[in-house]
Structures are given as C-alpha cells and as structure tokens.
Nanobody, 120 residues
C-alpha cells in the first residue's frame, strides 16, 4: 500500500505539499496518481506522473496550481498544491498503475488518505 501524508487546514490562496511514500515500488515501471474525494462526492482523479515522468492532468481545474514530481531515490511522489480553493477540500489519496497514467488497467494499492481542508 502507498501512504499519503501532509494534509491539513489552509486558508484560501495558501499552499500545501503532500507526500506519497511508495515503499518497494519501482518507479521505473509504475505511474503514481493523486486522487481526491470530497464529502458526498465520488472519488476523482487529480493528476498523475508516469514512469517516464510524463504528467497527466485528470482534473483541469488544478492545472497551473498543482504540480507533481517524484524523488526516485526516496521513492516519494509529491503533490505541490498552490493557490488552494475551498473546492479543493477533500481526502487526497495516491495510488499506482503499471505502465502509464492512462489505459485500461486500474490504479491499485490505495492507502489511507490525507485530509486537505481549505477554509478561512
């Protein structure tokens, strides 16, 4: 399972950096995606980084505000979230997918999420 950390309470316009610990995962073969689930809503994809470091935005509203990057040495994938909005409030999860951010295969190894709350 992957482990997501770094959530918290932040004011609108603020920033947070989430971490996804991918212990034992060879990032040369797996894409890592970030997903979120707001209260009363279905889980949705946010952004993904592939094994070749190609970035896919699943949610267009975060383009220009969220950045994904990874550190292969520590097997950690980060989600830098800037200019946060109240509608970004959700539990954020990371998950992995073999070979690419898109395709027919599922994302897997969901771990516990981390709560992000954007509120004044």
């Amino acid at each position: 399972q992957l482990q997501a950390f770094g959530g918290g309470l932040v004011q609108p316009g603020g920033s947070l950096n989430l971490s996804c610990i991918t212990s034992g995962v060879d990032l040369d073969y797996y894409a890592i995606g970030w997903f979120r689930q707001a209260p009363g809503k279905e889980r949705e994809g946010v952004i993904c980084i592939s094994e070749t470091e190609a970035v896919t935005f699943f949610e267009e509203s975060v383009r220009g505000r969220f950045t994904i990057f990874r550190d292969k040495a520590t097997r950690t994938v980060y989600l830098q979230m800037d200019t946060l909005r109240p509608e970004d409030t959700a539990v954020y999860y990371c998950a992995l997918r073999f070979w690419g951010c898109t395709g027919t295969g599922p994302f897997d190894s969901w771990g516990q999420g981390t709560q992000v709350t954007v509120s004044s």
